[in-house]
């Protein structure tokens, strides 16, 4: 009997319209799921102990093989919000010590292309458990993502969202993660409705911010408003050409071995 495909996702904020139909909804037993931090996700998928996972796409380049599903994501066209570097500081400039969430990859990247590329400086790179506290007890600057990005008191801190900080210097949106699916998987992939999933999400946006309200201590507007304003979950020109851009700037600064094309299921 061939078994369920086997799908690994966070519980973040940010990717709950793209697993909600495959928990509660429609899609619900088409496939295995399991709960996983972003950087989890994406090893059990080079281990093939997933079938696919919502990776941070900084993986798809260090994962071998490997199929993206095509346009839905975890991604911005303007500030994002859960993505942040917080220092004491006021400029970027005088940012000697990035201490970077353990939990990120794809942003870990980012925040080191921004400062190599755009800002022609490299500060010192350590990465910790994301406490923000005991983050910048050490260093000037701390890059927190997911939903402890979003709820840290700022008082006294300078917050720099990455995802405008790459807009501003490239006018183009930015992909966070996306679905990737393992070489010997892809015939088994094509049935799961990745995109209707998605789309059934979006559709019970307010059921999601309900069921998240106990969880992250924001209001309910502002949790939609998230979800609806800040985060987008289709790949569009912009952010497909901010995609290849960051993959070549990766390369260029020595962050991945090599460009590998994008391959669609």
Known sequence: MQMNFRLAASSYLNSAPLIWSF????????????????????????????????????????????WLVPNVCVG????VLSVVLVSKNKHLENIR????????????????????EFLDH?????????DLEQMLEKNDAALIIGDPGMTFPRQGLNVWDMASLWQQHTALGFVFAMWMVRDAATDRARPVDF????????????????????????????????????????????MEKGLQLYFELAFKHGLIERVKPLRFI
């Open 195 to 238: 995109a209707g999933a998605r789309d059934e999400g979006v559709d019970h946006i307010d059921e999601i911010v309900s069921s998240y309200r106990d969880k992250i201590p924001m209001r309910v507007e502002e949790l939609r408003n998230y979800l609806t304003e800040n985060i987008v979950f289709k790949v569009d020109e912009s």
């Open 97 to 116: 010590s990035i201490a970077v969430d353990e939990s990120s990859r794809t942003s870990a990247t980012l925040v080191k292309v921004i400062f190599r």
């Open 122 to 130: 490299e500060p010192e790179w350590t990465t910790r458990a994301p």
């Open 23 to 66: 928990l509660q909804g429609p899609h619900r037993g088409s496939v295995d799921f399991v709960e996983a931090v972003p950087a989890r996700c994406a090893q059990m998928l080079a281990e093939s102990s997933v079938d696919g996972a919502l990776v941070p796409v900084i993986e798809y380049q260090r994962i071998a093989g490997g």
């Open 76 to 79: 911005s066209r303007k500030e």
